[in-house]
């Protein structure tokens, strides 16, 4: 670590060298369910170590960045933030292992019709995760502010597909085994939005200096 700089973009590198890994388990946790591939649950389970080791060496990283160079103001909240950032990233990779296991049992199971009610979830919970890397990527407060507002989206949809899900347990005198992995993989999905708006709310701190994660996330009110 000849400069702050150097040290801070090799911090940098490897947050994002984590966040790739993140949405390649999730992608795999989900074709695996989707497809009923469990190779690549497996693959997602297994992956899931590589984030977590990670996250050790950006945590050592950012201790020696702060002992060494001292940073104040902006510098140092780029070194807290980008901490977070990684932390927000290994549970999101946690919560694609668990999909990956719920996965794993659904694909034991015979298949579920209703299988495909849990695409929309996915695909704003993938949406979502993008938009804030994205936002962090590009060092921009806006466009995280934008993409942490997104997160009511998701919730609503997960509460939908519960409910949807609910309603087909009462109603059949099939196995529910099947139906109840669905169900939690739903809340791991919204489980991984609200890091995505963690890691939003991150660049918004590394920025503005803005602590926002108390405020109440909603739209703005149309202007008359």
Do not use: W
């Not at 000849?2 to 795999?28: K, Y």
């Not at 099947?178 to 708006?197: M, P, T």
């Not at 939003?200 to 602590?211: H, K, M, N, S």
């Amino acid at each position: 670590m000849s400069t702050f700089d150097q040290a801070l973009n090799r911090l940098r590198e490897q947050v994002l060298t984590m966040a790739s890994i993140a949405r390649r388990n999730l992608a795999s946790s989900m074709r695996g369910l989707l497809e009923r591939n469990t190779d690549l649950c497996n693959a997602a389970i297994a992956a899931d170590q590589d984030v977590n080791e990670l996250e050790k060496e950006i945590d050592h990283l950012g201790m020696q960045i702060l002992l060494k160079f001292q940073p104040t103001a902006h510098d140092l909240r780029q070194v807290m933030g980008t901490i977070r950032v990684a932390n927000n990233l290994e549970r999101i990779s946690d919560q694609a292992s668990s999909i990956a296991k719920r996965a794993r049992a659904i694909n034991l199971l015979p298949e579920i019709p209703e299988l495909n009610l849990i695409q929309p979830v996915y695909h704003l919970c993938a949406r979502n995760l993008e938009a804030s890397i994205q936002a962090f990527t590009d060092a921009d407060p806006e466009s995280a502010a934008a993409s942490r507002l997104l997160d009511k989206e998701l919730d609503a949809a997960e509460k939908s597909v519960d409910q949807s899900l609910l309603r087909v347990m009462e109603a059949r005198q099939a196995p529910l085994e099947g139906y109840l992995h669905l169900i939690f993989v739903a809340r791991f999905l919204e489980r991984v939005g609200d890091h995505a708006k963690n890691i939003c709310e991150d660049t918004i701190f590394i920025e503005r200096a803005e602590d926002v994660r108390f405020i109440k996330n909603k739209r703005p009110e149309p202007q008359p």
